[in-house]
């Protein structure tokens, strides 16, 4: 079946470090990607997405590219900030496969920003 | 806007005992999923709804069952509960069904049996 694997945590890094979280898939159809975050206390988040391959998604200085051939969607921020901390998941939804718009998602990497 | 949100925020249960958690989904929104995030965990997919049916059914037992009101609420009901089932439940909402619309996450629920 469909599944999401993702680097363990925790990932602990200084502030203005650059972040790689890697994250590949395994999809029988044709998977929408995403990535959500949970910042302590709070739900999750979308924070970004891409639908098909070669799409680049962002947001908040994050970006992930969706790479069909590697079935990567690696995380990426050139200068982390205090408050990226946070848990992050990598997740897909496989639509074709069933009628429901399950997501899938990873275990989560826990980051941590030192000031 | 008020976004998705979930009653009660906490809860203790014994073993055995029965539990229903509610949802209210974001104003307009038809389709409601459930999922369940056991600590150090990634979230999976329990159920979804949209427009009062059930549209998929993730990989859990019989003891699970969830439905949706006329106004689009939904609750998630747990029977003859097990030590396993201690996790937090999140509730997801969106407009419509496709990959297309944005799921939106409540708060969740946090379930702990003992």
């Known amino acids: 079946g469909d599944s999401v694997t993702q680097m363990e945590g925790p990932v602990t890094l200084s502030e203005e470090a650059f972040l790689t979280i890697n994250c590949t898939y395994t999809?029988?159809?044709?998977?929408?990607l995403f990535w959500y975050v949970q910042y302590p206390g709070e739900g999750l988040q979308l924070l970004l997405k891409?639908?098909?391959?070669?799409d680049k998604g962002s947001n908040k200085g994050f970006e992930a590219t969706y790479r069909k051939e590697t079935t990567s969607f690696h995380l990426e921020k050139g200068s982390v900030q205090v408050s990226d901390s946070a848990v992050y998941f990598c997740a897909l939804s496989d639509k074709g496969v069933d009628r429901d718009d399950k997501i899938i998602f990873g275990k989560g990497t826990r980051l941590h920003i030192l000031p | 806007d008020t976004g998705v949100t979930q009653s009660p925020t906490h809860l203790i249960k014994t073993r055995g005992q029965q539990v229903t958690l509610r949802c209210s989904p974001i104003?307009?929104?038809?389709?409601v999923s459930w999922y369940q995030q056991v600590l150090g965990q990634g979230p999976q997919f329990i159920f979804q709804y949209y427009e009062k049916e059930e549209r998929g059914r993730g990989n859990f037992p019989d003891r699970f069952s969830a439905r949706q009101f006329p106004n689009y609420s939904s609750e998630l009901n747990v029977n003859a509960l097990l030590l396993g089932d201690s996790a937090l439940y999140l509730c997801?909402?969106?407009?419509?069904?496709?990959?297309?619309?944005?799921?939106?996450f409540g708060p969740g629920t946090r379930l702990t049996v003992t």
């Open positions: 999809a029988t159809g044709y998977p929408s």
């Open positions: 997801a909402s969106s407009l419509g069904v496709g990959v297309t619309y944005e799921q939106y």
């Open positions: 104003s307009g929104h038809k389709s």
């Open positions: 891409a639908t098909k391959a070669d």
